[in-house]
């Protein structure tokens, strides 16, 4: 049974640690449920509430959420999906700033600086780094993987992510590709 106390994280967790416990809250949350959007807007309040336990720069993560693809226009673009924190930009073309690149790219993009990122969208003034992860999955059964959604966290601090990071977003990625109905 889905509890609110899933989103409570022991006032010393390591990042590490923290990480952990959205992996196994969000496998936890999944068992018995496809559908996307529910799976995404647990995963976001996990990761909100994950960061927001932990010391700076963590603590200083000021949008954390999803894009997914958009099927309807005839050129790839993403649109926005559930997450924490300000209004966003509803959608993003692939290949348009930090969101979009990952997304082409199908490749994670840890940035330390937001402002020296070629075309970085700025919905947030206050965002100074990001990390964008794709989430990849075989959505027809030819054994590619297509981008299907973005895992996107903003920090208001400089240099705000980094290789742990990345490895368990990378997780929180193949965790969510397999566990939603795309």
Same mark, same amino acid.
């Given at each position: 049974?889905?509890?609110?106390?899933?989103?409570?994280?022991?006032?010393?967790?390591?990042?590490?640690?923290?990480?952990?416990?959205?992996?196994? @809250?969000?496998?936890?949350?999944?068992?018995?449920?496809?559908?996307?959007?529910?799976?995404?807007?647990?995963?976001?309040?996990?990761?909100?509430?994950?960061?927001?336990?932990?010391?700076?720069?963590?603590?200083?993560?000021?949008?954390?959420?999803?894009?997914?693809?958009?099927?309807?226009?005839?050129?790839?673009?993403?649109?926005?999906?559930?997450?924490?924190?300000?209004?966003?930009?509803?959608?993003?073309?692939?290949?348009?700033?930090?969101?979009?690149?990952?997304?082409?790219?199908? @490749?994670? @993009?840890?940035?330390?600086?937001?402002?020296?990122?070629?075309?970085?969208?700025?919905?947030?003034?206050?965002?100074?780094?990001?990390?964008?992860?794709?989430?990849?999955?075989?959505?027809?059964?030819?054994?590619?993987?297509?981008?299907?959604?973005?895992?996107?966290?903003?920090?208001?601090?400089?240099?705000?992510?980094?290789?742990?990071?990345?490895?368990?977003?990378?997780?929180?990625?193949?965790?969510?590709?397999?566990?939603?109905?795309?």
């Amino acid at each position: 049974m889905v509890h609110a106390d899933a989103s409570n994280f022991a006032d010393d967790v390591t990042k590490d640690d923290a990480y952990e416990q959205v992996l196994l @809250q969000t496998e936890g949350l999944c068992t018995g449920q496809r559908n996307w959007v529910c799976n995404l807007a647990n995963a976001a309040s996990l990761l909100w509430h994950a960061y927001k336990s932990l010391p700076a720069p963590s603590k200083d993560v000021n949008w954390a959420g999803f894009y997914v693809l958009d099927k309807s226009p005839s050129n790839p673009q993403l649109i926005l999906g559930p997450f924490q924190g300000k209004v966003a930009c509803q959608t993003i073309d692939f290949g348009r700033g930090v969101c979009g690149t990952a997304a082409s790219s199908k @490749q994670t @993009q840890l940035v330390a600086d937001v402002d020296q990122f070629p075309g970085h969208i700025a919905c947030d003034g206050d965002s100074r780094s990001e990390i964008v992860v794709p989430i990849l999955a075989d959505t027809d059964g030819s054994g590619e993987k297509k981008v299907v959604a973005i895992i996107d966290v903003d920090c208001a601090s400089l240099n705000g992510f980094d290789e742990l990071d990345k490895k368990h977003l990378e997780e929180l990625a193949e965790l969510l590709a397999k566990s939603c109905d795309w």
